[in-house]
């Protein structure tokens, strides 16, 4: 995994907020050259183990409803380049042509797309992404372009790296759909309160970006998926701020 020369970045990614986390990164050739050798071996097995996972869950898929058994909606990686992501489709046919949000019991989800929801299975069809290099196992997951553009100068760093199949944002944030509850205008909101939150832990996996980090945040999400709660330190904060105001 490489850094691209200053230069050769995109324009609006050249300016002094993103400055400061590039030149961390660049720092740490050694690291990204270990992170995507990891990525490359790791994904490579993991696909081969759980292709009879995949095989399943593709006939489950077809059975319970009409539609392709990959979601293939677009995202923004590494640098702002788009693509079009794998994750096993656990809604009906064509359900992102209303909000791109997803919230708790959401009716599109289909009757076997909650059950991949809830065991996290949706995502493991990244592995295809991470081999081709578009992905990376450990990194600030990947956005719509609708959302990029709402990102701040700042927030524009998350884009130094391949987007993630997972991140300390996913974890803390892996109920995110509750938060959305009862919310009419989900995009908005997610936008101006989650979006800006989850930022804090990404920006935050950039500066202290290691390659043993990443290891610690798989082991995390392994856990999360088991049932383990983790609480972030914005959260933490805010919560002794509620506490002290009361």
């Given at each position: 995994?490489?850094?691209?020369?200053?230069?050769?970045?995109?324009?609006?990614?050249?300016?002094?907020?993103?400055?400061?986390?590039?030149?961390?990164?660049?720092?740490?050739?050694?690291?990204?050259?270990?992170?995507?050798?990891?990525?490359?071996?790791?994904?490579?097995?993991?696909?081969?183990?759980?292709?009879?996972?995949?095989?399943?869950?593709?006939?489950?898929?077809?059975?319970?409803?009409?539609?392709?058994?990959?979601?293939?909606?677009?995202?923004?990686?590494?640098?702002?380049?788009?693509?079009?992501?794998?994750?096993?489709?656990?809604?009906?046919?064509?359900?992102?042509?209303?909000?791109?949000?997803?919230?708790?019991?959401?009716?599109?989800?289909?009757?076997?797309?909650?059950?991949?929801?809830?065991?996290?299975?949706?995502?493991?069809?990244?592995?295809?992404?991470?081999?081709?290099?578009?992905?990376?196992?450990?990194?600030?997951?990947?956005?719509?372009?609708?959302?990029?553009?709402?990102?701040?100068?700042?927030?524009?760093?998350?884009?130094?790296?391949?987007?993630?199949?997972?991140?300390?944002?996913?974890?803390?944030?892996?109920?995110?759909?509750?938060?959305?509850d009862g919310v009419e205008d989900t995009d908005k909101v997610y936008i101006e309160k989650i979006l800006p939150e989850k930022m804090y832990y990404n920006l935050k996996g950039?500066?202290?970006?290691?390659?043993?980090?990443?290891?610690?945040?798989?082991?995390?999400?392994?856990?999360?998926?088991?049932?383990?709660?983790?609480?972030?330190?914005?959260?933490?904060?805010?919560?002794?701020?509620?506490?002290?105001?009361?």
């Amino acid at each position: 995994m490489k850094i691209v020369k200053w230069e050769q970045l995109p324009p609006e990614m050249q300016t002094e907020k993103v400055r400061r986390y590039y030149d961390i990164l660049a720092k740490k050739k050694v690291g990204l050259f270990f992170k995507r050798t990891f990525d490359l071996i790791v994904s490579l097995i993991a696909l081969i183990v759980l292709s009879p996972v995949y095989l399943i869950l593709a006939i489950a898929i077809k059975i319970d409803s009409k539609g392709p058994v990959f979601y293939r909606q677009e995202r923004v990686t590494q640098y702002g380049k788009r693509f079009r992501i794998h994750k096993f489709r656990t809604m009906v046919q064509n359900a992102d042509k209303g909000s791109q949000v997803t919230v708790n019991n959401d009716s599109r989800i289909t009757r076997v797309g909650k059950v991949i929801r809830n065991c996290r299975l949706d995502e493991i069809a990244q592995l295809i992404d991470v081999i081709q290099g578009t992905v990376t196992l450990v990194g600030v997951r990947p956005e719509s372009p609708k959302f990029v553009a709402a990102y701040t100068d700042e927030m524009m760093a998350t884009l130094l790296l391949p987007a993630g199949v997972t991140s300390l944002a996913s974890i803390y944030y892996k109920d995110e759909a509750k938060l959305l509850d009862g919310v009419e205008d989900t995009d908005k909101v997610y936008i101006e309160k989650i979006l800006p939150e989850k930022m804090y832990y990404n920006l935050k996996g950039i500066e202290q970006f290691s390659f043993w980090g990443d290891i610690k945040v798989m082991f995390m999400t392994v856990f999360a998926v088991l049932g383990k709660e983790y609480k972030g330190e914005h959260e933490e904060v805010v919560q002794e701020k509620e506490e002290i105001e009361v």
